[in-house]
């Protein structure tokens, strides 16, 4: 089945930028999706459609998409940014499109 | 504003069937390529999709769940309804249901999630 793959950790010191990976096959052809959560809480969307940022959300937030490769990106990292960290696309080989997550990364500020 | 919330059992025992609600407002569940998703995550793991369904009646599931999962809706009273056969265990998690784009499949409202324990 399709996956997405994310690195477990990312470590980052306050005011330096991170960057969070996500690989997946179908990824050039399908839209990615970013959302952050944090403990006890419930996601929410950070960026959709590989690059664009919903109202609200802070501009240090961004994201790119590269052949088979998505990244978020946020400048400036800050405390409040310590997180989970997951991508979302869709696997359209069947009748149905499905949709997957990757496995998450914890977004550790330092 | 937009808002999802699901409800349902907090405990249900092993082989039981499992039936969560998710009513919504804000939006209405006949908007065009508009859905709604079920999605959950045992404690401390990642997010697992496990459901959709979209305003033209469009379904799909996990493939690893298929066979235990159904998913519809009522328009009228702007609920979507999951159930889950032969419960077990490692079903335990938090169950959310969240707003769905058929364009892109990507989510931007999510429900504050229901805690679903699998015990005897």
């Known amino acids: 089945s399709y996956e997405l793959t994310q690195p477990p950790s990312v470590s980052v010191s306050p005011g330096q930028t991170a960057r969070i990976t996500c690989s997946g096959d179908?990824?050039?052809?399908?839209?990615a999706y970013w959302y952050q959560q944090k403990p006890g809480q419930a996601p929410v969307l950070v960026i959709y459609k590989d690059s664009e940022r919903p109202s609200g959300i802070p501009e240090r937030f961004s994201g790119s998409s590269s052949g088979t490769t998505v990244t978020l990106t946020i400048s400036g990292v800050q405390a409040e940014d310590e997180a989970d960290y997951y991508c979302q696309s869709a696997d359209s080989s069947g009748t149905y499109a499905k949709v997957v997550f990757g496995g998450g990364t914890k977004l550790t500020v330092l | 504003q937009v808002t999802l919330k699901e409800s349902g059992p907090v405990l249900v025992k092993p082989t039981e069937t499992l039936t969560l609600t998710c009513t919504v407002s804000g939006f209405s569940l006949s908007n065009a390529r508009m859905g709604v998703s079920w999605i959950r995550q045992p404690p401390g793991k990642a997010l697992e999709w496990l459901a959709h369904?979209?305003?033209?009646?469009?379904?799909s599931y996990s493939t690893s769940l298929k066979s235990r999962l159904t998913i519809s809706k009522d328009t009228s009273k702007s609920q979507v309804v999951l159930t889950m056969t032969n419960m077990d265990p490692v079903d335990t998690a938090t169950y959310y249901c969240?707003?769905?784009?058929?364009?892109?499949?990507?989510?931007?409202?999510w429900g504050q999630g229901t805690l679903v324990t699998v015990s005897s």
């Open positions: 969240a707003r769905t784009t058929q364009s892109g499949y990507g989510i931007d409202y």
């Open positions: 369904i979209f305003s033209n009646d469009e379904k």
């Open positions: 179908a990824l050039p052809k399908q839209y």
